[in-house]
């Protein structure tokens, strides 16, 4: 152990209760505390080596923490923010919610850059050999896949057409390869926009080959990536993707936010339902069966959408920053909890 160590467990406080122990207690709880805290000793082996009772043995470590002889520290990475993180996965009743700070000079950014890193560690937590994972179009899950550096072997299937088929080696396809290059597994692209012009040609897309085999795989994903946009322009690909005509009768429904083309209001329920005909995507039942979807968004532009689809009950983690975590908190009576993950009412 080195001098460090024996000051971070022994280091003697300064403060009168710990004169009030005598030298002999003072040797003893210290020698106690390295091989409780440092050494990983049981209690009954401690008591056992200096002769005592298990249950003086508990007294004296308790002593050692009141009279701060033993300082214990939670250390997380300085820019995981542990304590936000915890409120939020309680209060959404989320299986996993990572919180990181908000880069000062970005905080109205929406999804900032950070957010992509910490949801690729977060992946390479979750994800489990032989899994399917599936990638939703969106800057974040793109920015996720580019900071991807492993994976267990798994198949990678898009769960969305792409925002712009011209730029579709730039964006979702390209994160599709890239998550598989890194887990060594197949790949399942869409080459496809994600929005169509009626249902008869998006019908028709859902039949060819290569579309209808991913598709396949939709009922196969056990871990999915989601990104969530507001109902802003620059801020939601769909609400971009439409016209004039067509943002102002969604706007008109409530409309507050936008997942893989699926539009929710305020409180969560899905409205909107005839836009997903038109859209090469995955449906919000297909979707509510996956047992891990995590979403991947945060600025304080998006935070209310963020709150809407939470609401929703089709996401089970999140991975945000501190600008939307702290809207996210006072944002009105808690949800229901999204591990229950009811179909929520919705019309339109």
């Not at 030298?23 to 401690?46: D, H, N, T």
């Not at 890193?117 to 179009?137: F, R, S």
């Not at 492993?150 to 769960?159: I, K």
């Not at 996956?290 to 609401?311: H, M, N, T």
Request: net charge negative; aromatic share 4%.
């Amino acid at each position: 152990m080195n001098s460090s160590e024996e000051k971070a467990v022994t280091g003697l406080s300064a403060g009168r209760s710990a004169l009030r122990m005598g030298p002999a207690e003072l040797v003893q709880a210290a020698a106690m505390a390295r091989r409780f805290y440092l050494e990983g000793k049981s209690k009954i082996q401690i008591a056992e080596e200096f002769g005592v009772s298990r249950f003086k043995v508990a007294r004296v470590l308790e002593t050692a923490l009141e009279r701060d002889l033993v300082r214990i520290e939670i250390r997380v990475p300085a820019e995981l923010d542990a304590e936000r993180s915890d409120a939020l996965r309680a209060r959404y009743g989320l299986r996993h919610a990572v919180v990181v700070e908000s880069p000062a000079e970005a905080e109205e950014s929406p999804d900032p850059e950070n957010l992509g890193e910490v949801a690729a560690d977060l992946l390479g937590e979750l994800v489990a050999e032989g899994d399917v994972l599936g990638l939703a179009w969106g800057r974040s899950t793109i920015h996720m896949a580019a900071a991807l550096d492993r994976l267990p072997p798994c198949t990678v299937v898009q769960l969305t057409g792409v925002y712009d088929a011209g730029t579709a080696e730039r964006g979702s396809v390209e994160a599709v390869r890239r998550a598989a290059q890194v887990s060594g597994g197949d790949a399942h692209p869409i080459y496809a926009p994600m929005l169509l012009p009626d249902v008869a040609t998006a019908t028709a897309l859902r039949r060819q080959t290569g579309i209808a085999r991913a598709f396949e795989y939709f009922d196969k994903v056990t871990v999915a990536c989601v990104s969530i946009g507001s109902w802003e322009a620059g801020i939601s690909t769909v609400h971009d993707m439409l016209t004039d005509e067509e943002r102002s009768h969604y706007a008109s429904l409530g409309v507050a936010a936008e997942m893989s083309a699926h539009l929710f209001d305020a409180e969560g329920r899905r409205i909107g339902r005839d836009l997903g005909e038109r859209c090469i995507t995955v449906e919000a039942d297909r979707l509510r069966r996956i047992p891990e979807v995590i979403a991947i968004a945060g600025g304080q532009r998006k935070a209310p959408a963020i709150d809407a689809v939470l609401r929703s009950g089709l996401v089970t983690s999140l991975v945000t920053d501190t600008a939307a975590a702290d809207f996210l908190m006072a944002a009105g009576p808690p949800p229901r909890p999204a591990l229950a993950r009811e179909d929520p009412d919705g019309e339109g």
